[in-house]
């Protein structure tokens, strides 16, 4: 069932306009997708995430497993039903979760033995047991488990992990049960690379649905990761969808487009939200400033969100010093709005032709992120 | 402008159908208003809350004169503006939540002196001072300011208060300036029939466009709150509305209506729906108790909101378990829908006769409260 076609090449960079078929419906790449680690996208609803236009949603199997735990998702009737979310979803394996959550964690040649973040319980998330969850939830989309090494990390030691990480991506692809969804995997190997581009073939030699860059954006600068990004993808099948994990601000991902990325995830506008830190097409705002106390306008005048068109700068900042819930809502409304945008306009200016002016405006420096 | 008429007699019991005309629209009684304390019904979109059926809301001038300010919100062209909500506003006048709030409190013949629960500030809430706070954010129903004593009170204290809260009362109407909106005096007397008397004599005395009913629901058991309740409103003008501040369950709404109550507002519906305790067409339901782990069905099947339409009582577990934020927003919708459910149900078993049959389904023991 699952599908990536392409549908037209840019000129003049890497970029690629896509869609991405699977069992629940189309997703049009590149695309975003909001973060719902626990099942739900922080504050919003699934009829708003999908009217900003968002197609497809990534959600921890971790936390899943977790709570409410995969099988009780499965009895539940999958997913999709548990959060309703009737369109695509797409799962990460928990490899860097386990990483940033659990106080010990110990990569064994078997697995990832660790704590839950939750109760302290003792747990291996094996390669079969990363495929086991995934398939009970259903989702779309699945990922290999892989070990994220922490930023900086030796080349010795991204060297070993490189390799444990193909192995178990091997396991993975020969666990999978259930073929109408796709298996991802995680190319690693830190900012070496000589060490993506092992990753890179060892992963292609098992031969992938798609391809994720992981461990990126955990430590080095934006210059590193664009660079690691495209010399990387050189290394991967051009015919299947590329996905750079956890990446980004706007222009971080308007410049992994232009290097042929097709999918990405970030907590960013939605964190930022929470923080009360906004994009806007004039730049980042940040809404508790005494500034905005007595300011009538919209957060950004060229925005068509719920929040932009019902509520003043004063009133946002009033419900955030006030710590009402509502505020959480309106601004990530707005931020997600924004990242909806950017995706919608990268993808027609791909389509018309132009995404070399799109992409310098958005990644010049002042620029909108 | 303001106005209020009675379109029906209930035969059989004291409630009464009727309508509240004001400059930003109407209100079809018996009402209950959701509570925006600080200018948010906490979680929800205004949009969300209209659609609930509510026709004006509650908002607490206490709090926007110490933050954002009233004169900020007059800048910003008003309450209604400033929220996003162009409906019918009340604004309680703060002498209760001066009473909850502030750590020191001096009531003086002037007013009363306190302490801001913010930044510890000193502030005198005067009639006049109250009316000017009311009058700058321009809502619709203006209270008067009113000493709430704590329960219980002694009867020597209470008499005292209630001479203070008459003479406060007509303080206020004289300093009313503008006259589109209405003015309401606030009964006060605690649990002594024959201090309310008084305090409702008095008020009726001055003459207001309204009366409130305060300081019950503090202490005292749901049937003294009912026996007051009918009590006091054999004192009042029955051509005026009259407004039942703080109460309540659904039971007691009910009652209160029988009585002649036109006007409700509560923190009960909100504030347990953050707490996770739901009413629903069969008694109440605590969303976090483990036999919900792996319920497919919705809170109440008999509830037709977002809420209940989309998701399992498993899925709003999950998300309470998991503290995310989306859970606050969806059993507020619910509860408030089956708020908006009851008021309706109750208008129209007045209109089309029934009302004594809905009265008995409501209050009864093992009933939906």
């Known amino acids: 069932m699952f599908r990536f076609e392409i549908l037209k090449h840019d000129t003049g960079t890497g970029a690629r306009l896509g869609r991405i078929h699977t069992a629940h419906g189309t997703v049009d790449t590149p695309a975003f997708m909001p973060v719902a680690t626990q099942a739900s996208v922080k504050a919003l609803s699934p009829a708003e995430v999908e009217s900003l236009g968002f197609e497809m949603v990534i959600v921890n199997a971790y936390h899943m497993y977790l709570r409410p735990g995969h099988k009780t998702i499965e009895k539940l009737g999958g997913l999709h039903k548990f959060m309703s979310w009737p369109r695509p979803i797409t799962t990460d394996s928990g490899g860097f979760q386990v990483l940033s959550l659990s106080k010990t964690r110990k990569v064994k040649e078997e697995g990832i033995v660790f704590q839950s973040h939750l109760d302290g319980s003792s747990h291996v998330l094996t390669p079969e047991k990363c495929i086991e969850i995934q398939e009970s939830l259903g989702v779309d989309i699945m990922m290999c488990l892989d070990e994220c090494p922490p930023y900086?990390?030796?080349?010795?030691?991204?060297?070993?992990?490189?390799?444990?990480?193909?192995?178990?991506?091997?396991?993975?692809?020969?666990?999978?049960?259930?073929?109408?969804?796709?298996?991802?995997?995680?190319?690693?190997?830190?900012?070496?690379?000589?060490?993506?581009?092992?990753?890179?073939?060892?992963?292609?030699?098992?031969?992938?649905?798609?391809?994720?860059?992981?461990?990126?954006?955990?430590?080095?600068?934006?210059?590193?990761?664009?660079?690691?990004?495209?010399?990387?993808?050189?290394?991967?099948?051009?015919?299947?969808?590329?996905?750079?994990?956890?990446?980004?601000?706007?222009?971080?991902?308007?410049?992994?487009?232009?290097?042929?990325?097709?999918?990405?995830?970030?907590?960013?506008?939605?964190?930022?939200?929470?923080?009360?830190?906004?994009?806007?097409?004039?730049?980042?705002?940040?809404?508790?400033?005494?500034?905005?106390?007595?300011?009538?306008?919209?957060?950004?005048?060229?925005?068509?969100?719920?929040?932009?068109?019902?509520?003043?700068?004063?009133?946002?900042?009033?419900?955030?010093?006030?710590?009402?819930?509502?505020?959480?809502?309106?601004?990530?409304?707005?931020?997600?709005?924004?990242?909806?945008?950017?995706?919608?306009?990268?993808?027609?200016?791909?389509?018309?032709?132009?995404?070399?002016?799109?992409?310098?405006?958005?990644?010049?420096?002042?620029?909108?992120?």
């Open 152 to 369: 900086p990390s030796t080349p010795e030691y991204m060297k070993k992990s490189v390799g444990l990480t193909t192995r178990w991506a091997k396991l993975c692809k020969e666990a999978q049960k259930k073929h109408d969804n796709a298996l991802f995997g995680i190319v690693q190997g830190g900012v070496f690379p000589d060490l993506r581009r092992e990753s890179a073939e060892g992963l292609t030699g098992i031969g992938f649905d798609g391809y994720s860059l992981g461990g990126l954006g955990i430590g080095e600068d934006s210059a590193r990761t664009c660079e690691i990004t495209e010399s990387t993808l050189a290394h991967l099948p051009p015919e299947k969808p590329r996905y750079l994990m956890g990446i980004g601000k706007p222009g971080d991902i308007a410049q992994a487009v232009s290097a042929g990325v097709d999918l990405f995830d970030c907590v960013i506008p939605t964190r930022n939200a929470r923080n009360g830190t906004l994009f806007t097409s004039h730049g980042k705002l940040v809404i508790k400033n005494a500034r905005y106390a007595e300011d009538e306008g919209p957060i950004d005048d060229n925005c068509g969100c719920y929040t932009c068109g019902n509520f003043s700068r004063a009133y946002l900042r009033h419900l955030y010093m006030s710590k009402e819930i509502l505020v959480l809502r309106l601004l990530t409304l707005h931020n997600l709005s924004y990242y909806g945008k950017l995706m919608t306009d990268i993808r027609e200016s791909i389509a018309r032709g132009g995404f070399s002016v799109l992409l310098n405006r958005v990644k010049s420096p002042g620029g909108k992120d």
